[in-house]
T-cell receptor, first 113, second 113 residues
Framework: AQKITQTQPGMFVQEKEAVTLDCTYD???????LFWYKQPSSGEMIFLIY??????QNATEGRYSLNFQKARKSANLVISASQLGDSAMYFC??????????FGTGTSLTVIP | NAGVMQNPRHLVRRRGQEARLRCSPM?????VYWYRQLPEEGLKFMVY????????ESGMPKERFSAEFPKEGPSILRIQQVVRGDSAAYFC???????????FGPGTRLTVL
């Protein structure tokens, strides 16, 4: 069964606008972690933001925020004030209690000037 | 303050040859993870190691693939008798603890001719 689902293969956003990248997950464990990574065309994986399953508040890191809706099992990434350098692949990931990571298939974001 | 190091960055092998991929974790990290990324796909977990121990190899193909993380030196992912289907990007990540965030290396892009 798919653990992480990213339904948007590609997204476009106007520079300086906000964009939401969707992510839903599937687990029966009460304890888990949710992550977002950015992969630019150069190929490296860059950690963006983390949300623990017991965290009461949504995680924020600069222009990145994670819209965590536990009951709906969603962990959408919101990027505010998009910049041209935000164009990249974005991967949602979940860590289970055994510390194994599951990645989604990614969303390709293109920021339009 | 070096991050996770992987070498080589690019590796070309002919079918039937062996591929050795190296990963040096961040300083102070004793947990190493290997992932494979096929073209147009997300990362797939392969193996999780601590120093001298394989913790979880549930994502490793049963044949031709092996991994180690010796007491001294880098972690090695070894692929014997490579086939064209092994062509992929192989990422290593490290963490300082089992539940901590993982930091990724730049990846090794393996091409099998």
């Amino acid at each position: 069964a798919q653990k992480i689902t990213q339904t948007q293969p590609g997204m476009f956003v106007q520079e300086k606008e906000a964009v939401t990248l969707d992510c839903t997950y599937d687990t029966s464990d009460p304890s888990y972690g949710l992550f977002w990574y950015k992969q630019p065309s150069s190929g490296e994986m860059i950690f963006l933001i983390y949300q623990g399953s017991y965290d009461q508040q949504n995680a924020t890191e600069g222009r990145y925020s994670l819209n965590f809706q536990k009951a709906r099992k969603s962990a959408n990434l919101v990027i505010s004030a998009s910049q041209l350098g935000d164009s990249a692949m974005y991967f949602c990931a979940m860590r289970d209690p055994g510390n194994q990571f599951y990645f989604g298939t990614g969303t390709s974001l293109t920021v339009i000037p | 303050n070096a991050g996770v190091m992987q070498n080589p960055r690019h590796l070309v092998r002919r079918r039937g040859q062996e591929a050795r991929l190296r990963c040096s974790p961040m300083k102070g990290h004793s947990h190493v993870y290997w992932y494979r990324q096929l073209p147009e796909e997300g990362l797939k977990f392969m193996v999780y190691l601590q120093k001298e121990n394989i913790i979880d190899e549930s994502g490793m193909p049963k044949e031709r693939f092996s991994a180690e993380f010796p007491k001294e030196g880098p972690s090695i992912l070894r692929i014997q008798q490579v086939v064209r289907g092994d062509s992929a990007a192989y990422f290593c990540a490290s963490s300082h603890g089992g539940g901590a965030e993982q930091f990724f290396g730049p990846g090794t892009r393996l091409t099998v001719l």
